[in-house]
């Protein structure tokens, strides 16, 4: 035979508090409700409204107790008069509706009836309508006499997450309370309270991952609390983390570090790791944009240990991804897997539609977005000033007596500078000052008259400026925008012109030197008056004086014209064009 044990109570059930003194957070609403009892000003109807888990039933019971309590202690129910311990043993003054399974007219006229009846032990008769916004609209129009005109010992308390779907003759005849969500915090010190009070060893960082994923339900949080100590005999994060089906902390970390570093083949190679172990993408998806939060907190607030409450070896690896990725690249992501997570709900293979979001994040050089070009951008410049500081070290160690005078070079590039400027200037002449040319002086007319007078002294011509360089006969289009690029990563610290630079295509017009881009987002950059001096400047010391940035479809139809012109115009000779 087996023996017969008492049944188990949740602990959402179990702890439900009996007193206002006992509820979390709710200030607002329990501070209103206490002061009615207290001076006896009761109203007649109430709407509780909020998110689920918040405590509405709760505060309902609690309130439909005290009115009828016949010493209140503070507001609330004193537990040990008569009526309380009537109530507390089931009583008919106080009366449960779930709106969901009995929302048809004929319940509300029930309902009518039955409320014209006097209490039994108390002084009210309290009506709680638990999810009423489910009732039918004949429903509502019952209801809605009684609201009109109750009787005395009468109180209706309705209860919604949903307010919006209540008609407006219905709100306007109630006292609404908006219940808010519980903060992270509250929560924690109220699991901590339960754990303590049970007997549970936990670990406080398995406590706020709990508070986390209860998003701000009191009853959610204590829902999965269950599992988790159902689980072993500790409460630890590791054991939390299984229970909530998330990803391993490690696969997840490791997986938005490739992201972040633009690795591409380790973040497809790591990403389909995670979902042959069985991980629906739904799931995968929820968990990178979890961790890429976590990396902006850790990068963007110095209290983000605290915000964070992970363990510690967790936090230092969130804290040292963050510390190398790129602000903007952890905003770009988490934009592309936001968007991907909505995509999820209609795509027939989610799987692919998450791996092109992989994709995406982690090859910045792909996408013409504005976004992805200041993720290239911010890399750059990360690069270049990481070769600067690698230069400085190396000119601090050599004694300032021993030290030769030389240029240094701006960037550090130690092998690559001087093979590629004897190659791109083996065909030029060496650059030597120009001669002054000889002052040509015209002959002076001497006057009618015998006295001679005195020449006027002649002004020497200003010296001329030093002219540019032209550039060598012969030179194709390339080489010179080669030139150009060498030129200017030397001469200006402008990484985003030298970024947007550095994707143009160059070709030449006759004495024209057109400069093609695919993205009208750098076309319209480059045409701003800044970048255009900057470009015009350096392509001067290299004697182009004429050039010109195009998107590429232009450039194909002005050669197309000409080709056509030259047609027309030579219509009678035949010409061959390659």
């Known amino acids: 035979m087996y023996g017969i044990s008492m049944a188990h109570l949740s602990l959402y059930?179990?702890?439900?508090?009996?007193?206002?003194?006992?509820?979390?957070?709710?200030?607002h609403v329990v501070r209103i409700l206490k002061n009615q009892v207290t001076s006896g000003a009761v109203g007649h109807a109430y709407l509780f409204c909020g998110p689920r888990g918040t405590g509405k039933t709760s505060v309902a019971r609690i309130f439909a107790r005290a009115v009828n309590c016949l010493s209140p202690v503070n507001g609330s129910p004193c537990g040990t008069c008569s009526v309380c311990r009537a109530l507390r043993e089931g009583s008919l003054d106080i009366a449960e509706i779930d709106a969901a399974s009995n929302n048809g007219v004929g319940e509300m006229r029930d309902l009518r009836e039955k409320v014209q009846y006097p209490p039994v032990s108390g002084r009210y008769k309290v009506y709680i309508i638990d999810e009423v916004h489910m009732l039918t609209d004949s429903a509502f129009n019952a209801l809605l006499k009684t609201l009109e005109e109750p009787p005395a010992h009468a109180i209706f308390i309705l209860a919604t997450t949903e307010p919006h779907k209540i008609p407006a003759t219905i709100l306007s005849r109630c006292m609404r309370l908006d219940f808010k969500l519980i903060s992270e915090?509250?929560?924690?010190?109220?699991?901590?309270?339960?754990l303590d009070e049970i007997g549970k060893p936990y670990e406080k960082e398995a406590v706020a991952a709990i508070a986390r994923a209860g998003a701000g339900s009191d009853r959610d949080m204590l829902s999965i609390a269950e599992m988790c100590i159902a689980y072993s005999d500790k409460l630890t994060y590791e054991g939390v983390t299984k229970v909530l089906g998330a990803a391993d902390f490690t696969d997840a970390a490791d997986l938005c570090e490739a992201l972040l570093r633009a690795d591409l083949p380790a973040a497809?190679?790591?990403?389909?790791?995670?979902?042959?172990?069985?991980?629906?993408?739904?799931v995968l998806c929820r968990d990178l944009l979890d961790m890429l939060n976590r990396i902006a907190v850790a990068k963007t607030c110095r209290t983000a240990e605290r915000l964070l409450s992970l363990p510690q070896a967790h936090f230092a690896r969130?804290?040292?991804?963050?510390?190398?990725a790129d602000g903007q690249a952890i905003l770009r992501a988490i934009e592309i897997l936001s968007h991907a997570e909505t995509d999820l709900r209609f795509v027939s293979s989610p799987r692919i539609r998450l791996e092109t979001a992989v994709m995406k994040i982690a090859s910045p050089a792909a996408d013409d977005s504005a976004e992805a070009l200041l993720v290239r951008v911010n890399a750059l410049e990360k690069k270049l000033a990481e070769g600067a500081a690698r230069s400085e070290p190396v000119r601090a160690a050599i004694p300032a007596e021993t030290e030769k005078p030389a240029r240094e070079p701006e960037y550090d590039f130690p092998t690559e500078e001087p093979v590629f400027e004897e190659a791109l200037f083996a065909d030029e002449p060496p650059r030597a000052v120009q001669p002054p040319r000889e002052t040509v002086r015209e002959p002076v007319k001497e006057?009618?008259?015998?006295?001679?007078?005195?020449?006027?002294?002649?002004?020497?011509?200003a010296p001329p400026k030093e002219a540019p360089v032209s550039p060598p006969q012969g030179m194709s289009a390339e080489l010179l925008f080669g030139k150009f690029m060498r030129l200017l990563r030397k001469t200006s610290r402008n990484g985003v012109l030298f970024t947007m630079c550095s994707?143009?295509?160059?070709?030449?017009e006759g004495q024209k030197l057109i400069l093609l881009t695919g993205s009208g987002t750098v076309l319209r950059s480059l045409q701003r008056e800044e970048h255009v001096k900057i470009m015009a400047d350096v392509f001067s010391q290299l004697g182009v004086t004429d050039f010109e940035v195009r998107m590429k479809g232009e450039a194909a139809k002005t050669e197309k014209d000409g080709i056509a012109q030259l047609k027309e115009d030579f219509k009678n000779y035949p010409i061959e064009f390659k």
């Open 503 to 508: 994707d143009l295509e160059a070709v030449s």
């Open 185 to 194: 915090e509250d929560l924690e010190k109220h699991l901590m309270g339960i």
């Open 318 to 324: 969130v804290e040292a991804i963050a510390k190398e």
């Open 13 to 27: 059930r179990k702890f439900r508090p009996d007193t206002f003194d006992k509820m979390v957070r709710q200030e």
């Open 268 to 282: 497809i190679e790591r990403t389909e790791t995670v979902l042959s172990q069985g991980k629906a993408v739904g």
């Open 447 to 461: 006057p009618a008259s015998p006295a001679r007078e005195p020449a006027l002294p002649i002004k020497e011509p």
